[in-house]
């Protein structure tokens, strides 16, 4: 069971618009630690989409978004594009454990 | 350009220990940490520590401290995961990846180790 709580699943129709939801609690978002995102492509490497709750890097499409509110954090991928499936998942610290800790991942389908 | 370069795959009996470098270059090796994380086959990412570059301090994951331990190597701008006493479900593929702090997460990710641990 991970400490940021993922749902396993989302899909959404090619042009559409989901959002991946990750829910903490008082010792790792919700303490005001910052949510980064990564999407992992089938058999490759995790690639930071969002970093700092709302900031992308360069190179990332503005199709990607990062919002957190209290002890939790959403990305938003609007514009849906094949190109997008993919496991996704959360990361943030958290001061009673003292580590990093990721969400138990989404892997958004494009229907 | 920054990269990190990790050693090839690894094949290990239950009890042997793996020895896994990831290679930096393109930046000031002590400018920042790095932390390694593994996946499991069909599994989600888990952190296993981290490392200063700058000073040495380690900080670990409670699951593994017993068994990991990561250091540096300067004069190469090396880091390295040591995993004993391995067991069958420390199968997985280990990343090192730049730390950027809580401010800024990974960065930039080594392509990855594949570690199997089999009798």
């Known amino acids: 069971q991970s400490v940021l709580t993922q749902p396993p699943s989302v899909s959404g129709a090619p042009g559409q618009r989901v959002t991946i939801s990750c829910t903490g609690s008082s010792s790792n978002i919700g303490a005001g630690y910052d949510v980064h995102w990564y999407q992992q492509l089938p058999g490759t490497t995790p690639k930071r989409v969002v970093y700092g709750n709302t900031n992308r890097p360069s190179g990332v499409p503005d199709r990607f978004s990062g919002s957190r509110s209290g002890p939790s954090a959403s990305l938003a991928i609007t514009g849906l594009q094949a190109e997008d499936e993919a496991d996704y998942y959360c990361?943030?610290?958290?001061?009673?454990?003292?580590?990093?800790?990721f969400g138990g991942g989404t892997k958004l389908t494009v229907l | 350009q920054v990269q990190l370069v990790q050693s090839g795959p690894e094949v290990k009996k239950p009890g042997a220990s793996v020895k896994v470098s990831c290679k930096t270059s393109g930046y000031t090796f002590t400018s920042y940490g790095i932390s390694w994380v593994r996946q499991a086959p069909g599994q989600g990412l888990e952190w296993l520590g981290w490392i200063s570059a700058y000073n040495g301090d380690t900080n670990y994951a409670q699951k593994i401290k017993s068994r990991v331990t990561v250091t540096t190597e300067k004069f190469t701008s090396t880091v390295y995961l040591q995993l004993n006493n391995l067991r069958s479900d420390d199968t997985a593929v280990y990343y090192c990846?730049?730390?950027?702090?809580?401010?800024?997460?990974?960065?930039?990710w080594g392509q990855g180790t594949r570690v199997t641990v089999s009798a």
């Open positions: 990846a730049r730390d950027l702090g809580s401010l800024g997460g990974f960065d930039m």
């Open positions: 990361l943030s610290y958290d001061s009673s454990l003292s580590a990093w800790v």
